[in-house]
């Protein structure tokens, strides 16, 4: 579920993206699928990568295919729970970073931020979601991206209500921080990952990890339409689950260390 709304930022136009975690419906005796964290075949990793990235089928950007970070990020914890859950941000950071190539920081003031992390308290949750979504009883946790015309992100705010469960509270970070760094949508609730709805997992999958370095791979570029960029994706992938399978730890051999900052495309054809 996503809405779009138009932000006039200078004489740009920028597209505010805001996506939600959606809860499961409580069902008694309801177990929990074991969790193998085991690589998914190409044909499962590649269809679930065109959902998560180029967003929920039928709600996609007519604009940009690819949108992701290039300049370094820095995020500012905002709530008296932020104490609580700074480590987690960090090591969920120390992942981001390693895998595409961009600075993560955490910011010691909100001036310099350009990311939001919100632990709010419910009536101000209430208001916030009841704006951006038509069934705010639904949304766990959420997003808002702001997104230029060639798919560069300048700002992310994400929003969980500081009353959940520490895990409840995991959950939301690695769901809501996948799409703050640029995932539009969502993979089948069978897929190994954090961004599925539903039942939610509180960690990054190694699924997640090949996607994310995928998504910040310099083939896959600005100025690609949703198929080229799933073509190269596919290529993308193909090299990497290879490595990843022989691989002890995954992270080894998916980190990408001394990157050049990804191009900007000229200008592309969006509303300017
Ligand atoms: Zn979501």
Not at 76 to 91: A, C, H
Not at 143 to 163: F, K, L, Q, R, W
Not at 188 to 213: C, K, P, W
Request: net charge neutral.
């Amino acid at each position: 579920m996503k809405s779009f709304a138009w932000l006039l930022c200078a004489s740009l136009a920028a597209v505010l993206v805001a996506a939600p975690a959606l809860a499961q419906q409580a069902r008694p005796g309801q177990q929990q699928p074991a969790q193998t964290n085991q690589l998914a075949p190409l044909d499962v990793l590649m269809r679930n990568f065109e959902s998560m990235a180029f967003g929920d089928a039928g709600e996609r950007s007519k604009w940009t295919a690819v949108t992701r970070w290039r300049e370094p990020v820095r995020a500012v914890l905002i709530g008296e729970k932020s104490d609580q859950f700074r480590n987690d941000v960090r090591g969920l950071f120390a992942v981001f970073e390693m895998l595409t190539g961009v600075p993560f920081s955490l910011a010691d003031g909100d001036g310099g931020a350009n990311v939001r992390i919100y632990f709010s308290e419910r009536d101000w949750y209430r208001t916030q979601v009841a704006r951006s979504f038509p069934r705010p009883d639904q949304v766990v946790c959420f997003t808002n991206t702001s997104v230029d015309t060639n798919g560069v992100i300048g700002a992310a705010n994400t929003v969980i209500p500081e009353d959940l469960s520490a895990r409840g509270v995991r959950t939301c970070l690695a769901h809501e921080l996948l799409h703050a760094i640029g995932f539009q949508g969502h993979p089948m609730r069978s897929f190994d990952s954090a961004l599925r709805n539903g039942i939610g997992i509180d960690r990054l999958t190694v699924n997640d990890q090949v996607l994310i370095r995928t998504l910040y791979d310099e083939r896959l570029r600005f100025d690609m339409a949703p198929d080229e960029a799933l073509t190269a994706a596919t290529a993308i992938v193909t090299a990497l689950q290879a490595k990843v399978l022989e691989a002890k730890d995954p992270l080894d051999v998916l980190a990408q260390r001394g990157r050049l900052p990804l191009t900007i495309p000229p200008w592309n054809g969006g509303p300017v």
